[in-house]
Every structure is written in C-alpha cells, then in structure tokens.
C-alpha cells in the first residue's frame, strides 16, 4: 500500500511537470493525486471499479478546490494532476488492442469497461465543483 501511495504521488506530480504547472504547485498535485489512489484502493475492494473511482474523483475535486483557494491557483492545475492515476489508460490500451487482433468481443467489454471509469471521472469532477460553489455561495451569503 505505501509503494502505491507514493508511486501515484509520483505520477500525479511528475505528469503536472508535464502540464506545466507552476513548480511550487507539485507537491499539492502528487498528494491530489495520492490521496485520490488511496480512497480508490480502499473503496475498489467492497464498491467495485465504478464506484470507487467516481468516490476518489470526487474526493480529488474537493482537495483541489480547497488547495486553489489556499495557494490562489487555477483548480484545474490541482484536478488534472490528481486524477492521472485514476485515468484507464492501460483498459483503453487494451479495448484497442483486442480490436486489432479481431477479437471484438472482448474488445467492447473491455471499451465498455474504459468508458465507465471515464465517465465516473467526468461526473465525479462535475459533483466536486457543484459541492465547491455550493460551500462558496453559503460562505458569501454568511
């Protein structure tokens, strides 16, 4: 659990590198995307893949909104990083693979599979911004 914990720190924060996100900003990107990987991890046993996934997205949003607002950056440097490790590149990988070697009917379980954890993704992060702008217009109203 601890060799993941950091791998996926690792991945989060050196993809942010790629993404050009300023170099103070690293840190807060791998512990996103850390911290995401760990609720998935514990979630993926008892929830299956969807859940969790779409559970630790979720979670990533709303550590990106908070770490927007105390370093005063975009949240979208914080949310891309922090969600890398729960992207199915390697199912979208090979969906696409059986596909070339004519075997289409795993191919679209699998598709189908990678299509799902994309879009737990997607609505994960859209449930994290309507939550954020909810605590925001309370805060404002207050």
């Known amino acids: 659990m601890i060799l993941q914990l950091i791998t996926s720190f690792i991945a989060a ?7 050009n996100a300023p170099k103070r900003a690293l840190l807060q990107c791998g512990f996103a995307g850390m911290v995401g990987w ?6 993926d046993v008892e929830c299956g893949p ?5 559970a630790a997205t979720v979670v990533v949003g709303i550590v990106s909104q908070l770490f927007a607002r105390s370093f005063k950056m975009p949240v979208i440097i914080f949310s891309v990083g922090g969600i890398i490790p729960l992207v199915p590149g390697g199912l979208a990988y090979d969906a696409m693979r059986r596909f070339v070697e004519e075997n289409y009917n795993l191919a679209v379980e699998i598709a189908v599979r990678a299509l799902m954890l994309s879009g737990a993704i997607a609505a994960g992060l859209v449930l994290s911004e309507v939550i954020g702008q909810m605590f925001r217009r309370r805060a404002s109203k207050a």
């Not at 924060?13 to 993404?19: N, S, V």
């Not at 760990?38 to 979630?43: A, E, Q, S």
């Not at 969807?50 to 779409?54: E, H, K, L, P, S």
């Open 13 to 19: 924060a050196t993809f942010c590198i790629l993404f």
């Open 38 to 43: 760990m609720v998935y991890v514990i979630l």
């Open 50 to 54: 969807v859940v969790a996934t779409f």
